[in-house]
């Protein structure tokens, strides 16, 4: 314990340290942003995890164990005379009163080793500390932030965390301001996506009497869920070792899985496939969720789902490679794709572009979601350019440096939610070319 509290210190250190070394920590990315403050993020909290691996005599056969799972144990083997499973110490307390014997109860970690990053990489955030994380944001500023759950993860046991920043709604209070919603880790193993909203939280938090950030808040609805795939995220880290996971835990990839275009091409029918699409368009309970979350939302406006890796900037079509047929909407498109490749250093591209993939987040904000009232939407695949730079575990030193990159197109996609169709004349504060103002037209 010692040796990993010892451990995450040191790599604070070294992760402050290469930030401030970085010749991007300046402060000077841009005139209209306000002098950057990153803080590394938060480190573990090792108590987070309170589940135990159970075992508990089965004298009478499956009468003891329907008691023990009606308790709240999830039974995951079964001996003669005996069972064993995962739950909570309240699950645990439950059964013993119910009548099950318990016979011992360890840790999870005692159990099956660490259930977190490998001690490297311990400063990203699994799902306890970015729960944690996301109730410590909330509390530094309640004027300005809520936080509330759209719903449970496949396996149930976890919560799809919302975080939302604005100035006068709270919680699930509708609001007219032009709205932007940002999503990470769809996919499990791209943990970097989770820490960039999740410190785009923060950032604008920090930085709120800031007043361009003060301006954002007052003005826009901006709503962060940074981790949509927790099961997928916990799998992949469960042993101290990173497992690859892609997709959810019922083995479907949920960015195959929304409607427009669902079952098309790049799309896989086979649940053994990395891509396997899913048994019908929505029939994962995380992609019902934010399908459930945006439909609510008719403010919405712009939608950022991150990704990782190859440092891309992406837009629809992607299950197609015509293009939008929406000659003004195209233009916009290729604007900010411009705009924010110059502030990233990333490509702009269609998505088709990469390849020809169906049923993903973006193809649905922009095909289906809120009927004809489209949502402009991106991915962006983060750092690393390629797999040389780490592929999907580029390391500790990858999260300050990929946040600084993509402060500046988040907060450009705020200011541009009220009408991403400024773009295309380089409207907005947050430009690295901001537009000469038109006579008669000022700049919002
Ligand atoms: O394949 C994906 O879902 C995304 N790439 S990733 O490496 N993060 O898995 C890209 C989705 C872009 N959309 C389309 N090409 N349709
Ligand atoms: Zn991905």
């Given at each position: 314990?010692?040796?990993?509290?010892?451990?995450?210190?040191?790599?604070?250190?070294?992760a402050?340290?290469?930030?401030?070394?970085?010749?991007r920590?300046?402060?000077?990315?841009?005139?209209?942003?306000?002098t950057?403050?990153?803080?590394?993020?938060?480190?573990?909290?090792?108590?987070?995890?309170?589940?135990?691996?159970?075992?508990?005599?089965?004298?009478?056969?499956?009468?003891a164990?329907?008691?023990a799972?009606?308790?709240?144990?999830?039974?995951?083997?079964?001996?003669?005379?005996?069972?064993?499973?995962?739950?909570?110490?309240?699950?645990?307390?439950?059964?013993?009163k119910?009548?099950?014997?318990?016979?011992?109860?360890?840790t999870?970690?005692?159990?099956?080793?660490?259930?977190?990053?490998?001690?490297?990489d311990?400063?990203?955030?699994?799902?306890?500390?970015?729960?944690?994380e996301?109730?410590?944001?909330?509390?530094?500023?309640?004027?300005?932030?809520?936080?509330?759950?759209?719903?449970?993860?496949?396996?149930?046991?976890?919560d799809?965390?919302?975080?939302?920043?604005?100035?006068?709604?709270?919680?699930?209070?509708?609001?007219?301001?032009?709205?932007?919603?940002?999503?990470?880790?769809?996919?499990?193993?791209?943990?970097?996506?989770?820490?960039?909203?999740?410190?785009?939280?923060?950032?604008?938090?920090?930085?709120?009497?800031?007043?361009?950030?003060?301006?954002?808040?007052?003005?826009?609805d901006?709503?962060?869920?940074?981790?949509?795939?927790?099961?997928?995220?916990?799998y992949?880290?469960s042993?101290?070792?990173?497992?690859?996971?892609?997709?959810?835990?019922?083995?479907v990839?949920l960015?195959?899985?929304?409607?427009?275009?669902?079952?098309?091409?790049?799309?896989?029918?086979?649940?053994?496939?990395?891509?396997?699409?899913?048994?019908?368009?929505?029939?994962?309970?995380?992609?019902?969720a934010?399908?459930?979350?945006i439909?609510?939302?008719?403010?919405?406006?712009?939608?950022?789902?991150?990704?990782?890796?190859?440092e891309?900037?992406l837009?629809?079509?992607?299950?197609?490679?015509?293009?939008i047929?929406?000659?003004p909407?195209?233009?916009?498109?290729?604007?900010?794709?411009?705009?924010?490749?110059?502030?990233t250093?990333?490509?702009?591209?269609?998505?088709?572009?990469?390849?020809?993939?169906?049923?993903?987040?973006?193809?649905?904000?922009?095909?289906?979601a809120?009927g004809?009232?489209?949502i402009?939407?991106?991915t962006?695949?983060?750092?690393?350019?390629?797999?040389?730079?780490?592929?999907?575990?580029?390391?500790?030193?990858?999260?300050?440096?990929?946040?600084?990159?993509?402060?500046?197109?988040?907060?450009?996609?705020?200011?541009?939610?009220d009408?991403?169709?400024?773009?295309?004349?380089?409207?907005?504060?947050f430009?690295?070319?901001?537009?000469?103002?038109?006579?008669?037209?000022?700049?919002?």
């Amino acid at each position: 314990m010692i040796t990993r509290i010892l451990g995450l210190v040191v790599a604070l250190l070294a992760a402050n340290a290469r930030a401030i070394n970085d010749p991007r920590f300046d402060g000077k990315t841009g005139d209209l942003l306000p002098t950057v403050k990153i803080e590394a993020p938060t480190p573990a909290s090792s108590d987070v995890e309170t589940r135990v691996w159970v075992q508990f005599a089965t004298p009478g056969g499956k009468p003891a164990r329907d008691l023990a799972a009606d308790s709240g144990i999830s039974i995951e083997e079964v001996m003669p005379g005996q069972a064993a499973g995962i739950a909570t110490p309240e699950a645990v307390d439950r059964a013993r009163k119910a009548g099950v014997k318990i016979l011992s109860a360890i840790t999870l970690e005692q159990r099956f080793g660490s259930l977190d990053f490998p001690e490297k990489d311990s400063i990203y955030h699994n799902y306890g500390e970015t729960k944690v994380e996301l109730e410590k944001i909330a509390a530094s500023a309640p004027d300005l932030v809520s936080l509330f759950s759209i719903g449970k993860s496949f396996q149930k046991n976890k919560d799809l965390f919302v975080l939302r920043l604005t100035r006068g709604a709270k919680g699930a209070e509708p609001s007219t301001k032009p709205g932007i919603v940002f999503l990470g880790t769809h996919h499990a193993r791209e943990h970097l996506s989770t820490e960039i909203p999740l410190m785009l939280a923060k950032y604008l938090v920090d930085n709120r009497a800031q007043p361009e950030i003060a301006r954002l808040l007052d003005t826009r609805d901006i709503y962060i869920i940074p981790m949509v795939n927790p099961d997928g995220v916990e799998y992949d880290i469960s042993d101290g070792k990173y497992h690859m996971q892609r997709k959810n835990m019922a083995g479907v990839d949920l960015n195959r899985n929304y409607s427009y275009g669902w079952g098309g091409p790049g799309a896989s029918d086979n649940p053994r496939d990395e891509t396997y699409r899913g048994p019908s368009a929505f029939s994962e309970p995380e992609t019902q969720a934010v399908k459930a979350f945006i439909e609510a939302r008719k403010n919405l406006k712009v939608l950022l789902s991150y990704h990782t890796f190859s440092e891309l900037i992406l837009y629809p079509w992607g299950g197609t490679n015509n293009p939008i047929d929406d000659k003004p909407a195209h233009d916009a498109f290729v604007a900010m794709g411009a705009e924010m490749g110059k502030m990233t250093g990333y490509t702009p591209q269609q998505s088709s572009a990469l390849y020809i993939a169906s049923g993903d987040t973006c193809d649905w904000a922009w095909g289906s979601a809120l009927g004809g009232k489209k949502i402009f939407p991106f991915t962006f695949e983060l750092t690393p350019k390629s797999m040389w730079g780490g592929g999907f575990y580029p390391g500790p030193e990858a999260i300050a440096t990929t946040f600084q990159a993509n402060i500046r197109p988040a907060l450009y996609l705020i200011d541009l939610a009220d009408n991403p169709l400024r773009a295309t004349r380089g409207q907005s504060a947050f430009a690295v070319t901001p537009a000469e103002p038109k006579a008669g037209e000022a700049l919002q």
